[in-house]
């Protein structure tokens, strides 16, 4: 490799390590709730965490209160979510956005989660790695 190529090389580098200043390498950046990949990272970890509960009925997300990526091999997604009980029973897989959520007050609950799921696009594999629910 000739000496101004090299240099080319190292200018693209610097230029995209700038560009990307907001967030350090393997760290955590803020994405948008919307984000497409994030909204399925999230469904997965819906889905895993009400087939590992023994609540009667299933959770679905009341609110977003944040979404974080990090890249390593693969990305690694952190949701802080809201999350409400519906009347849909747990153990069946459902669409959650058809099960209405709980009004009686004795059945109502609502449990603030944090979840991080790795997500390995060129796979398509999905890993729930963490839940922490209150």
């Known amino acids: 490799m000739e000496l101004p190529t090299v ?5 693209l580098f610097i230029v995209v390590v700038s560009v990307s200043a907001d967030s350090l390498l393997g760290g955590w950046s803020s994405l948008d709730p919307q984000d497409k990949s994030a909204q399925k990272a999230l469904q997965y970890a819906i ?3 009400n087939q590992a509960s023994n609540d009667m009925y299933t959770m679905k997300v009341q609110k977003v209160n944040g979404v974080e990526r ?3 091999s693969g990305l690694n997604y952190r949701f802080n979510v809201d999350l409400v009980r519906t009347t849909c ?3 069946k897989e459902l669409d959650l956005d058809r099960c209405p959520v709980h009004e009686d007050a004795n059945l109502s609950k609502v449990s603030s989660c944090n979840f991080v799921v ?3 696009p060129w796979t398509g594999a999905y890993t729930f790695q963490k839940d922490d629910c209150h």
Do not use: D, S, T, W
């Not at 240099?7 to 200018?11: D, E, P, R, T």
């Open 7 to 11: 240099m080319k090389l190292c200018a």
């Open 118 to 120: 790795n997500v390995v």
């Open 89 to 91: 029973r747990n153990g």
């Open 47 to 49: 889905l895993k965490y």
């Open 70 to 72: 990090q890249v390593v």
